[in-house]
């Protein structure tokens, strides 16, 4: 069956692996974003800020959405973001969401997908895993029939048009060594290939089976 999917995110490290993955099938793709990327034929795009989404008239109904967005944050700030911050990270790591998943419900969406964090939990003392917390758990409010979350550490890749920060290139390379001392509970903490948790989220999405999926690296290193 031809899919209808929404994709909110497909220039970020995630999102661009989703949209490739999606761009081999024969579902119509539309994407929802805040500027225009690309232009592909076989791809509608929505332009609108996150806060404030009209549905064009024209908008075939979606059966599925994947939402991979978040703003970017320095490595310090995963641990501790100031409080004159937390106002713009809670808007788009919450707020956009929560608005996107309501977008897409309205236009008939069964199913979502989310892009979150390992140790994310809304009664965290983290500002930043608290947030990711808080938005798995609305989501799940929401009355989708099917909610796929994904859980990563930090993401190996590149996004598009992305410069190299040799401090990442460097953290990366010392945190994929001490990766290996990883094992039992500490594995999931590992370093992922965005293209791994990409691949997790449209296997799954694309299965028959309704309910809610929490996706680990246990699930991210088979793909």
Same mark, same amino acid.
């Given at each position: 069956m031809v899919k209808n999917i929404l994709v909110v995110g497909a220039s970020g490290l995630v999102?661009?692996? +989703?949209?490739?993955?999606?761009? &081999?099938?024969?579902?119509?793709?539309? @994407?929802?974003?805040?500027?225009?990327?690309? &232009? !592909? %034929?076989?791809?509608?795009?929505? +332009?609108?800020? /996150?806060?404030?989404? =009209? !549905?064009?008239?024209? $908008?075939?109904?979606?059966?599925?959405?994947?939402? %991979?967005?978040?703003?970017?944050?320095? @490595?310090?700030? @995963?641990?501790?973001?100031? !409080?004159?911050?937390?106002?713009? /990270?809670? $808007?788009?790591? /919450?707020?956009?969401?929560?608005?996107? =998943? @309501?977008?897409a419900k309205h236009c008939g969406a069964k199913s979502v997908a989310l892009v979150s964090a390992i140790g994310a939990n809304n009664k965290s003392s983290n500002i930043y895993l608290n947030v990711k917390g808080k938005i798995e758990k609305e989501i799940m409010s929401l009355g989708f029939k099917k909610v796929v979350i994904a859980q990563p550490s930090h993401l190996l890749g590149k996004r598009p048009d992305e410069q190299t920060n040799y401090l990442i290139s460097l953290f990366e390379n010392i945190t994929n060594i001490l990766g290996n001392l990883m094992i039992g509970p500490l594995k999931k903490y590992r370093n992922i290939s965005a293209a791994q948790v990409a691949n997790s989220l449209v296997s799954k999405m694309s299965s028959d089976d309704d309910g809610v999926y929490v996706l680990d690296f246990e699930n991210f290193k088979n793909q």
């Open positions: 999102g661009s692996n +989703i949209l490739e993955l999606l761009e &081999d099938g024969d579902s119509k793709i539309t @994407l929802l974003t805040r500027r225009k990327l690309e &232009d !592909k %034929a076989y791809l509608k795009q929505i +332009i609108s800020e /996150f806060n404030n989404i =009209a !549905k064009p008239d024209e $908008m075939d109904s979606i059966d599925e959405v994947y939402i %991979a967005i978040g703003k970017k944050l320095s @490595l310090f700030e @995963l641990i501790y973001i100031k !409080k004159e911050d937390r106002k713009d /990270f809670e $808007m788009v790591d /919450f707020d956009y969401i929560k608005n996107v =998943a @309501l977008f």
